[in-house]
Nanobody, 124 residues
């Protein structure tokens, strides 16, 4: 049974940092591309970052988070992370991790599996 479980969300002040974790199970992580997708109230889902399957080894970022967010993965531990620095008022949303087998990180509609999401709030 494929599962993705996000954790690490919370309330942070503007300029602060959070590290989101995605615990995966039920599949071989190295064969999957993993993305972080966010959705704010009243807005469309937005792909924030993506890490392709291991033999491809590419990472992608939304322009507005480049230089602030870093995606990483530990296939041996079945974990994917999103380090978020310098959070600003445009970042609050529910953040989801999602998986696509041998995916190319081309769109949020391509993901096969989704977690339940974790809330990120940025407020002083």
């Amino acid at each position: 049974q494929v599962q993705l479980v996000e954790s690490g969300g919370g309330l942070v002040q503007p300029g602060g940092s959070l590290r989101l974790s995605c615990t995966t199970s039920g599949f071989t992580l190295s064969h999957y591309s993993i993305g972080w997708v966010r959705q704010a109230p009243g807005k469309e889902r937005e792909g924030v970052s993506c890490s392709t399957f291991s033999s491809d080894g590419k990472t992608y970022y939304l322009d507005s988070v480049k230089g602030r967010f870093t995606i990483s993965r530990d296939n041996a531990k079945n974990m994917v992370y999103l380090q978020m620095n310098t959070l600003n008022p445009e970042d609050p949303a529910v953040y989801y991790c999602a998986a696509e087998i041998l995916g190319r990180c081309q769109g949020v509609e391509d993901y096969d599996y989704w977690g339940q999401g974790t809330q990120v709030t940025v407020s002083s």
